[in-house]
């Protein structure tokens, strides 16, 4: 087995998902190239020390730049502010890593085009973190899709709803700023609808019209309780959609909805049959076909199992179920496969420079009250 240094900036959420993704996926899969966690980045040195240790590094810097340019490190993972992706992305790939960078691409739509530029002028593999497309049951829905099972997809239907900020009285933060995350729910949680809504139908959304709504306009300053701050991107967004390929249908995310913890659902519809999915419920999808004898027609359950893409190396039996991280997991070993085979990731900077567009266009259209068509 090969092994990949990796280095890992920002040491938050997804950067402790990417960490544990990268110290279990050669014990997992036993395939290929094995990650050798080399540095961890964070703006504070004590807390990139302690990573460094909590998470098996070897080294640690308070300097993205430095992860950048170790050349022990082949694979950088972006776990930072939206508004920092750009830059340190471009710079990787300019040195000749591969980049793993957490979604959105950025904050601005003219940072995407950058760094899909910058990606199609390097070998180096990118990936976006749309992670919910790596799990073994959505794996499989995309495969009884593309099979026919449901017939010629007529619809397309997913929110993904959580109550992250539905209390008025939690304070400010980065992702509540335009200027420091771009979009709200739009770029945050609508982003992996859209991954999941091009990823299923085989096709990318080509007309939208969209609604946005700010329903907490200000926050309690985080640095002083005694001041407020201003709001300025979305707590809700939704879309009607169109995609190329002539499939109809409507999107939709809230971060301020009171009981949604991870409430991303989406169905597909089909002229012979229905797919349904969860995300609370991750390890299984109801499958509706259509049967000759009505009086047992009805919905069915598919529990994730062996004979679904990555499952059987976690785990022997069908029901026992994969988690969030494992998942991640997936996600990463996708990519060490692309790397290791020469071979085309997805979503790739390009793929999520299109989801880009979609979250733009929504945000345009929902102000200026009209639909619109999307160019690629």
């Not at 920002?10 to 996926?25: C, L, N, R, V, W």
């Not at 169109?242 to 809230?254: D, K």
Request: hydrophobic share 35%.
């Amino acid at each position: 087995m090969k092994p990949i240094g990796v280095g890992v900036i920002g040491t938050g959420f997804m950067g402790k998902a990417h960490s544990i993704a990268y110290s279990a996926s050669a014990s997992v899969f036993g395939t290929g190239l094995r990650p050798k966690l080399e540095i961890v980045c964070d703006l504070s040195p004590d807390r990139a020390s302690q990573r460094a240790t909590d998470l098996g590094f070897s080294r640690h810097t308070d300097k993205w730049q430095d992860v950048v340019n170790d050349p022990k490190v082949e694979l950088i993972s972006v776990c930072t502010p939206n508004n920092t992706h750009s830059e340190i992305a471009i710079a990787a790939l300019k040195k000749g890593k591969h980049v793993w960078c957490e979604k959105p691409m950025s904050s601005s739509m003219g940072d995407s085009q950058k760094m899909a530029e910058a990606s199609l002028n390097t070998n180096s593999k990118t990936i976006i973190g749309y992670n919910y497309t790596k799990n073994p049951i959505v794996m499989h829905a995309k495969e009884i899709i593309e099979k026919g099972t449901i017939g010629r997809v007529s619809g397309f239907f997913c929110r993904y709803d959580v109550d992250n900020e539905a209390d008025g009285k939690r304070p400010w933060s980065w992702r509540m700023s335009k200027k420091l995350s771009g979009t709200g729910a739009n770029g945050d949680i609508l982003s992996h609808v859209i991954s999941i809504a091009h990823y299923l139908t085989n096709s990318k959304i080509s007309r939208v019209v969209g609604d946005i709504s700010i329903i907490h306009n200000k926050r309690i300053d985080p640095k002083n309780n005694e001041k407020t701050k201003e709001v300025d991107n979305d707590d809700m967004v939704s879309a009607l959609v169109h995609f190329e390929n002539g499939v109809h249908g409507h999107i939709g995310a809230s971060r301020v909805s009171w009981g949604k913890k991870c409430g991303l659902t989406w169905e597909v519809h089909g002229t012979e049959g229905t797919i349904c999915y969860n995300q609370e419920r991750l390890n299984e999808i109801k499958l509706f076909t259509r049967q000759q004898d009505s009086s047992t027609d009805g919905f069915r359950t598919i529990l994730s199992g062996p004979d679904h893409p990555f499952y059987s190396s976690f785990l022997p039996n069908g029901g026992h179920g994969l988690g969030f991280m494992d998942v991640k997991i997936c996600e990463l070993q996708g990519l060490l496969n692309s790397i290791e085979n020469d071979e085309p990731t997805w979503p790739s900077f390009t793929d999520g420079l299109a989801i880009e567009k979609v979250m733009e266009s929504v945000d345009i259209s929902a102000i200026n009250k009209k639909w619109l068509s999307i160019k690629y």
